[in-house]
């Protein structure tokens, strides 16, 4: 067997800002101290998403209460103090920017007793109050499993509700903290559909870890089974030192072949590519379902 180079192949090469939008996204975050998922999961994309205007918030702090082994940012028993003036600000931002598709995202936070939901809700409702045409976008974590807090995210009214199942089923164990679990997150993407099937629902799988084809198309099947509405497919780059090593470079033609599978079982949007995120190009891709 040939061994695997962690050298990059040419496909992920990434560009550097080219306008000022960049520095105008970076300067205002600074400015209201909020926080984003671009830097703080170290996105590839935050070059070329800050040159276009587009984000996406994370709430709920820096530190997060669990620790997969995917992701790079920083995980503690505890979160920290959450701001109750995260939601004004992030309404006030998105104004700034001239943002129409705000996304929204946060760490997990087992420590709150709602799980962050009523946070989810006041920063949704804040940025509705503002501007009611403003679409939004929440990216959230799976609550424990909990209805009640989930459903206090749906009764607040976003335009997408995004949760992802991340990887295979078997390979969930070792990728996810033991706190998630694949069927919980199938549950999750079930739940909302079943209290607000008008919602649109979205996941994303990470490829690069080591599973292989035709276990990813069971779990696209399976999250088409759920009723989930847009598929993001993505290469897996290690964010850190600390994380789960790449195990293969999946090849733009892989990507292209589990897009039109996808697509043939009937999802309304799909992205796959090895730049691909579950935020990648958000709004164009609500428009085109």
Not at 9 to 23: D, F, M, N, S, V
Request: glycine share 8%.
């Amino acid at each position: 067997m040939q061994e695997f180079s962690q050298e990059k192949p040419g496909w992920l090469k990434i560009r550097p800002p080219k306008t000022e939008k960049y520095a105008i996204v970076k300067n205002t975050l600074a400015e209201m101290g909020l926080n984003t998922v671009c830097t703080s999961a170290r996105c590839p994309n935050a070059f070329e998403c800050w040159d276009n205007g587009a984000l996406t918030f994370m709430i709920l702090g820096n530190v997060c209460t669990r620790a997969c082994r995917f992701c790079a940012i920083d995980h503690g028993r505890r979160g920290q103090e959450v701001n109750p003036g995260e939601p004004a600000a992030i309404a006030e931002a998105a104004r700034k920017l001239g943002l129409p598709y705000v996304v929204i995202t946060s760490v997990d936070r087992d420590d709150l007793e709602d799980f962050g939901a009523g946070h989810y809700a006041a920063c949704i409702n804040e940025i509705k109050r503002r501007d009611p045409e403003t679409k939004v976008e929440v990216l959230i974590p799976d609550f424990a499993g909990r209805v009640d807090p989930l459903r206090r995210v749906i009764d607040a009214g976003p335009d997408v509700i995004a949760h992802n199942i991340e990887t295979v089923e078997y390979m969930t164990p070792t990728i996810r903290d033991r706190k998630a679990g694949y069927y919980r997150s199938l549950d999750v993407l079930r739940n909302i559909k079943r209290y607000e099937p008008g919602i649109v629902t979205k996941s994303s799988i990470m490829l690069g870890l080591g599973e292989v084809e035709r276990d990813v198309k069971d779990t696209i099947r399976r999250l088409h089974e759920a009723r989930v509405d847009v598929l993001t497919l993505g290469q897996y780059l290690c964010p850190g030192d600390m994380c789960l090593p790449v195990q293969r470079y999946v090849p733009p033609e892989e990507f292209n072949r589990l897009k039109s599978f996808a697509e043939s079982l009937g999802f309304s949007s799909v992205a796959a590519g090895p730049l691909v995120r579950s935020s990648y190009r958000a709004a164009e891709f609500f428009k085109g379902r």
